[in-house]
């Protein structure tokens, strides 16, 4: 996996869209609260008086290689066991990881690598001071990502929020020399600067390490 899909540093913010196909459900089995399109059994899902969403959020289950979209919402907390963290420049943005799981990379330039222990799945932050406007379209990233795999896919895109900052979620898949890869990242720019944080591995491992991309991603940070 020596060769990265690097996205445009100039990204945007994308609308979500079709949020009517999935709901915000608790889950009574695992207590988690998930966004999904078939409630569990027993679930207590939005448009009840009994729904919260103060349950750790879950990513849309099953949603595979459809594209879907989800409404706005907050992001999942760090988990406590991400207790290292690397500052980019002028300590606007921060990456909070667990030491026991990934090993960052010397910088080279504006871009740091993060190793997981398994030796299949990667980080990649792209820390940039200058921003750009927030509704550059979409299609600007994608057009520079097919630069290096023609026929890649966005699967997953919707805003979420941190600190009152919006930031676009994505997920992509993309075929690198014969090899299927998926690419799971945040996506800021505003006054503070520009960053990609993307976390990726190959599509037949996807599932076995999403928790841990989910994982990683939810140590990104904005400082105010």
């Given at each position: 996996?020596?060769?990265?899909?690097?996205?445009?540093?100039?990204?945007?913010?994308?609308?979500?869209?079709?949020?009517?196909?999935?709901?915000?459900?608790y889950d009574t089995t695992t207590g988690k609260t998930i966004?999904?399109?078939?409630?569990?059994?027993?679930?207590?899902?939005?448009?009840?008086?009994?729904?919260?969403?103060?349950?750790?959020?879950?990513?849309?289950?099953?949603?595979?290689?459809?594209?879907?979209?989800?409404?706005?919402?907050?992001?999942?907390?760090?988990?406590?066991?991400?207790?290292?963290?690397?500052?980019?420049?002028?300590?606007?943005?921060?990456?909070?990881?667990?030491?026991?799981?990934?090993?960052?990379?010397?910088?080279?330039?504006?871009?740091?690598?993060?190793?997981?222990?398994?030796?299949?799945?990667?980080?990649?932050?792209i820390a940039e001071r200058i921003s750009t406007k927030p509704?550059?379209?979409?299609?600007?990233?994608?057009?520079?990502?097919?630069?290096?795999?023609?026929?890649?896919?966005?699967?997953?895109?919707?805003?979420?929020?941190?600190?009152?900052?919006?930031?676009?979620?994505?997920?992509?898949?993309?075929?690198?020399?014969?090899?299927?890869?998926?690419?799971?990242?945040?996506?800021?720019?505003?006054?503070?600067?520009?960053?990609?944080?993307?976390?990726?591995?190959?599509?037949n491992l996807y599932h076995e390490y999403e928790s841990e991309?989910?994982?990683?991603?939810?140590?990104?940070?904005?400082?105010?």
């Amino acid at each position: 996996m020596k060769r990265v899909l690097t996205l445009c540093v100039f990204i945007v913010m994308v609308t979500a869209a079709n949020a009517a196909d999935f709901i915000w459900c608790y889950d009574t089995t695992t207590g988690k609260t998930i966004v999904t399109n078939s409630p569990p059994p027993g679930a207590i899902c939005e448009g009840t008086g009994e729904f919260t969403r103060s349950a750790p959020v879950m990513e849309p289950a099953g949603s595979g290689s459809k594209s879907s979209s989800v409404p706005k919402r907050v992001l999942n907390q760090r988990s406590n066991k991400s207790t290292r963290v690397f500052k980019t420049k002028g300590n606007k943005f921060a990456i909070w990881y667990d030491p026991s799981k990934w090993t960052q990379q010397k910088p080279d330039g504006i871009k740091v690598t993060f190793n997981h222990k398994d030796g299949d799945l990667y980080a990649m932050v792209i820390a940039e001071r200058i921003s750009t406007k927030p509704d550059v379209l979409k299609e600007t990233v994608l057009s520079k990502a097919r630069e290096s795999a023609p026929d890649t896919k966005v699967t997953l895109e919707e805003n979420r929020v941190m600190n009152g900052k919006t930031i676009l979620c994505m997920r992509l898949e993309a075929e690198l020399q014969g090899i299927q890869f998926v690419y799971y990242g945040y996506f800021y720019t505003g006054k503070e600067g520009t960053i990609q944080v993307l976390t990726y591995t190959t599509q037949n491992l996807y599932h076995e390490y999403e928790s841990e991309m989910i994982e990683f991603l939810n140590g990104f940070t904005i400082n105010n």
